[in-house]
């Protein structure tokens, strides 16, 4: 069985920075994609960021230049970055990779950002 835990969300003034880690354990064999998604309630959840195992990088339009998506792959993490925070960025922030040509998804950290 594998498992995504996310950490590092909180509650921030707009403007600031936080960082976000995921961590997958279980049984790994291989990582391929790894990416951050956000949902809010009565929203579709949304892509931020995924990073591919070679560090290939894709960015949603609204967190270009303000956030950064990296991963570890000996570590099996990756982490989001997030600077100049805005109130829209308030949501659940959900850490997926493709772990052995599976999705899987963690449950979920919350950010939120006071105006």
């Known amino acids: 069985q594998v498992q995504l835990v996310e950490s590092g969300g909180g509650l921030v003034q707009a403007g600031g920075s936080l960082t976000l880690s995921c961590a997958a354990s279980?049984?790994?064999?291989?990582?391929?994609?790894m990416g951050w998604y956000r949902q809010v309630p009565g929203k579709q959840r949304e892509l931020v960021a995924d990073?591919?195992?070679?560090?290939?990088?894709n960015y949603a339009d609204f967190v270009k230049g303000r956030f950064t998506i990296s991963r570890d792959n000996v570590k099996n993490m990756v982490y989001l970055q997030m600077n100049s925070l805005k109130p829209e960025d308030t949501a659940r922030y959900y850490c997926?990779?493709?772990?052995?040509?599976?999705?899987?998804w963690g449950q979920g950290t919350q950010v939120t950002v006071s105006s």
């Open positions: 997926t990779a493709e772990v052995n040509f599976q999705d899987y």
């Open positions: 279980g049984s790994i064999f291989r990582i391929n994609r």
């Open positions: 990073i591919t195992r070679g560090a290939n990088t």
